[in-house]
């Protein structure tokens, strides 16, 4: 009788009728040429012996057969057959790991009847956006109800075939990294990877199978080009390969190839936004909410948690619930019949990322939305696909619009909220002059209102504002009580991001008569239109890709 017992990737048990031995620290998959094992071996009730050796070395097995053989008054026979048939197990448990890379996965998220039920009953609910956002603000996420939902969505996108990948930005103290730990507790365990932080090359040394089909969290993000191209590229192609020179054991070079295989989602969080410009990431940026009024309602909440006041029992309750919702959404495809409606005005920024990011996230709300969805099937692969929705792109347009006028806006977002800020204080007092010291004073006044400004922020701001023709200095001295500004009569909103929204609430409106005249059509009809559409959406999507 032989039994291998894999209790972990760090930790194997083999028995026999003969011995016991442990295998502490697992096998190295990364020296083929070599079965370097720290072994635990137990006889009957005698101490356990230790010892490490390589496996693959004749003269330390021998050493080791005869150890046992002297220390446990073993038969030569039986201890030799003993320890090598160790060793065909280790050896063979090491080559299945090396050819099926997955098999230590984390165990299957299993759900009971009763739950799978209500899990497909919150899934078909008319109002599942208002209740998903309810169930998220329950359990902490507060004042972010649109992020929070968006966040949600790219979450649940690791079981999909095109993973989504957001990054918030917001500056220290505001919470970014409560914000993960909130998301990451309502996946199943095994269902994510959470980073405090990942080095510039550390993801090429990733097994695939620790990034394949699950949620990467990184709670600071290094904004280095090195760091942000390689998470990019395996978003955007699957997978990362790298070739470097190592040495042998006989200390002579020679190349290495290192490949990590896996669908990417990724949700990380950073300071600014710097070098987004530069490299056109394929992620979407959110800016998190610092506002006065936001912090007070996070103090609020955490007095009342410190009271006893929020009842902990129902937070578990919401996580489970979550956990189930997830676990019900079926891996199916999606096809967007409205793809070709899509249009982005000709000069915003970067049109080829920004377009696949509101494609990709409107596949990502039809996919949550499948229970609600028509579905359709391949003749020729018998493959599920759920059909896209006009309220699907309602949602998407409603809820990036704002990340795209970020985009389009020639402003830092900072220096936006300050003008923005600016320009009703400059009302209130009916006026349209001001110096830093005024800008000082105001804020000091206002008191819990507004924040006050570290001078050299200020400086940036009025020095950005003024770089942009926003501000124009019209007096004082830079040495003596500092510039005197004024506004100009630069509009608020670019036209830039006038044209973003004319524009998506006319693609909105083509797409809700384009299905309105499919309602119309015959039952016949209809179903040739939506497999022409779906046919039709595909090609236009590996195209676009």
């Avoid at 105001?442 to 770089?467: D, F, M, V, W």
Wanted: glycine share 4%; with cysteine.
């Amino acid at each position: 009788m032989q039994d291998l017992k894999v209790h972990n990737s760090r930790f194997i048990t083999y028995q026999d009728l003969v011995l016991t031995v442990d295998v502490l620290g697992g096998v190295d998959l990364q020296q083929i040429e070599r079965l370097v094992s720290t072994l635990r071996i137990t006889y009957q009730d005698y101490p356990p012996m230790r010892t490490t050796l390589d496996l693959y070395s004749d003269p330390q097995v021998d050493k080791l057969i005869r150890t046992l053989c002297d220390k446990y008054e073993l038969p030569l026979l039986e201890a030799s057959k003993s320890v090598h048939a160790l060793i065909r197990a280790l050896e063979g448990y090491k080559l299945d790991r090396l050819k099926y890379p997955k098999l230590d996965r984390e165990p299957v998220f299993e759900l009971s009847e009763e739950e799978a039920i209500a899990a497909k009953k919150y899934l078909s609910a008319k109002d599942l956006t208002t209740r998903l956002q309810s169930d998220l603000e329950q359990l902490g996420i507060l004042g972010e109800a649109d992020n929070a939902l968006i966040l949600f969505l790219a979450m649940a996108s690791h079981r999909f075939s095109h993973p989504f990948s957001v990054l918030c930005l917001a500056k220290s103290g505001i919470g970014k990294s409560y914000l993960l730990q909130k998301l990451s507790e309502c996946l199943p365990s095994g269902w994510f990877s959470l980073h405090t932080q990942i080095s510039e090359n550390a993801l090429y040394y990733f097994d695939s199978h620790q990034l394949d089909g699950k949620v990467l969290f990184i709670e600071d993000l290094e904004w280095t080009q090195k760091m942000l191209l390689p998470l990019s590229t395996l978003q955007t192609q699957g997978r990362l390969v790298k070739t470097r020179a190592t040495k042998d054991k006989d200390g002579m070079l020679h190349s290495t190839t290192f490949e990590v295989v896996a669908k990417l989602c990724l949700i990380a969080c950073a300071y600014s936004e710097k070098n987004f410009d530069q490299l056109s990431l394929p992620f979407l940026f959110l800016h998190l909410n610092h506002s006065p009024a936001q912090d007070r309602q996070v103090m609020e909440y955490q007095k009342r948690l410190r009271a006893g006041l929020i009842d902990t029992r129902q937070i578990t309750a919401t996580q489970r619930r979550l956990k189930c919702v997830l676990a019900s959404l079926a891996p199916v495809g999606v096809i967007n019949p409205f793809a070709p409606l899509i249009q982005l005005p000709e000069d915003i920024p970067h049109p080829r990322k920004t377009l696949l990011l509101l494609l990709n996230f409107m596949d990502i709300v039809t996919f949550f939305f499948q229970h609600q969805r028509s579905q359709t099937t391949n003749p020729d692969t018998g493959e599920v696909f759920v059909q896209t929705h006009p309220d699907d792109i309602d949602l998407t347009f409603s809820l990036l619009q704002n990340c795209l006028l970020r985009r389009a806006d020639e402003l830092s977002t900072t220096a936006r909220g300050f003008y923005n800020w600016l320009t009703k204080f400059l009302a209130e007092v009916k006026t349209d002059q001001f110096s830093a010291l005024d800008i000082r004073k105001a804020c000091a006044e206002q008191g819990r209102s507004a924040k006050r400004i570290h001078p050299r922020t200020l400086n940036r701001y009025l020095k950005e504002l003024t770089q942009f023709h926003y501000l124009q200095v019209i007096g004082g001295n830079k040495h003596r009580g500092g510039y005197i500004y004024k506004l100009t009569q630069l509009c608020e909103r670019s036209p830039l991001q006038g044209s973003i929204a004319d524009s998506l609430q006319q693609t909105l409106k083509q797409v809700k008569d384009q299905f309105s005249k499919s309602v119309g059509q015959n039952p016949v009809s209809k179903s040739a239109t939506r497999t022409t559409a779906a046919k039709t959406s595909r090609t236009t999507h590996k195209k676009s890709t």
